[in-house]
């Protein structure tokens, strides 16, 4: 698909200009895929002309609300095939001129599945994807890599820290640095709600750190989301945007119950911290992935244990050459350590894909049952205060709010299905 900006309606009586952009679909000509030749010809900056029927695609829907259509800011739609673009040279943005600038250097030193792994890694442009990657990532658990989220705004605060403390930089310089290159690839990355999110709360809690403050972690992510909702109200309904911040309050909810209590269990205090943490994020996000997905992945821990560190140095190197490549093209030369990188990754996605039953149906919850999960997060964290049996109550009150949620939805749906 492609979004076109600034359209117009052209017919044989007049030319009427849209209020907003359009979406469109490119169907497969009598089922047979576009090649990336043919598609690579659609450039931002393009100026088209599409012979198409256009349709009404608005962000309210009775009581569905389209978070796709409000981000991209679209509210008309057409479906057509290649063959009725015509194309036209125009004018390329500055970031989408950077953005295309990388993604052919990925091009030209990587190989062309893994340019298009490392491009969806980067910015989050999924069309260079090849089918086979996004089922392995999915199956086993480990798709939220592909999606540029918190994740990635991590790993690179952990290379920037890295570098600035080895070369003994002083506090207004890291935060300086880190300021300006967490802003370049918020932008780069096209303002995505989980990236803005992670930016912000990177640099609240890095100021507190410098200046010598306790960090609150609670109060860092909530008023991260505070300011990303007073820009964009309806990102509350955005699937980023709630996989990110759900992930996160799980961390910051659940890691350290957990981390004690498996440290209490077994020795290896690096291997049960790395559990807590994954197990924490994972528990969080379940209902969210269940009900966007219909899934849930019975291997994801394991997989996620053991291919995200891989993803987390691999993602590193690519962003560090790659701003290097921005000044020194001859540098992308140096890509193919990144390619090990995500080859690695790759293939441990294939192994537990591949094995039986690593993803299995789940049904959907109602959002009132959810609220019931989260609340039990909640009590069962450290910021509930109360008595350990209170807590225990409360928290074995919300869960079995979200079971019942989710029997009481099994229950009607087969009632309908057996009195349809």
């Not at 200046?211 to 972690?217: A, C, I």
């Not at 759900?246 to 205090?269: C, R």
């Not at 290097?324 to 193919?336: E, K, R, S, V, Y």
């Not at 390619?339 to 039986?356: N, R, T």
Request: charge should be neutral; glycine fraction near 6%.
């Amino acid at each position: 698909y492609v979004i076109l900006e600034n359209a117009s309606v052209v017919t044989e009586k007049e030319t009427s200009p849209l209020d907003f952009n359009v979406f469109v679909y490119l169907y497969y000509k009598d089922g047979v895929k576009y090649t990336q030749e043919e598609l690579s010809q659609i450039l931002p900056g393009n100026i088209v002309l599409i012979q198409s029927t256009l349709s009404q695609f608005p962000v309210f829907d009775e009581s569905e609300i389209n978070s796709f259509a409000y981000s991209k800011g679209f509210q008309y739609s057409t479906f057509t095939y290649l063959d009725n673009i015509t194309l036209f040279d125009g004018q390329m943005g500055f970031w989408d001129s950077i953005r295309e600038h990388i993604r052919n250097t990925y091009k030209d030193f990587m190989g062309e599945r893994y340019a298009g792994l490392a491009f969806s890694i980067l910015v989050g442009d999924k069309t260079g994807l090849e089918p086979d990657i996004v089922y392995n990532f999915q199956a086993s658990g480990i798709m939220h890599v592909i999606a540029v989220s918190g994740l990635n705004t991590a790993f690179i605060m952990m290379l920037l820290l890295f570098v600035l403390n080895r070369i003994r930089a002083k506090k207004y310089v890291k935060l300086g640095v880190v300021i300006v290159v967490l802003a370049f690839y918020a932008l780069l990355c096209d303002m995505t709600p989980s990236v803005v999110r992670a930016s912000l709360m990177s640099i609240f809690l890095l100021i507190g750190h410098l200046f010598g403050k306790q960090p609150d972690n609670l109060n860092s992510i909530s008023l991260s989301g505070i300011i990303l909702l007073l820009m964009f109200p309806l990102y509350v309904f955005d699937l980023g945007f709630l996989l990110s911040y759900a992930g996160v309050f799980g961390i910051f909810l659940l890691y350290k119950p957990l981390s004690e209590f498996l440290a209490s269990k077994f020795k290896f205090k690096k291997l049960t911290d790395a559990i807590a943490l994954t197990l924490s994020a994972t528990l969080a996000t379940t209902p969210i992935t269940i009900n966007a997905f219909g899934y849930i992945s019975l291997v994801g821990l394991f997989a996620n244990l053991i291919l995200v560190p891989l993803f987390g140095y691999a993602f590193m190197i690519l962003f560090g050459i790659t701003l290097l490549t921005l000044i020194l093209p001859f540098a992308g030369h140096l890509l193919t350590l990144a390619q090990a990188g995500f080859w690695l990754v790759d293939k441990g996605a294939y192994i537990f894909a591949s094995i039986p039953y690593s993803a299995i149906g789940a049904f959907p919850v109602p959002d009132w049952a959810s609220v019931g999960y989260f609340t039990s997060m909640f009590f069962a964290s450290r910021y509930c205060v109360a008595q350990t049996k209170y807590k225990v109550i409360l928290s074995s009150i919300g869960i079995s709010i979200y079971f019942i949620g989710t029997w009481m939805y099994v229950i009607n749906t087969v009632a309908t299905l057996c009195f349809t």
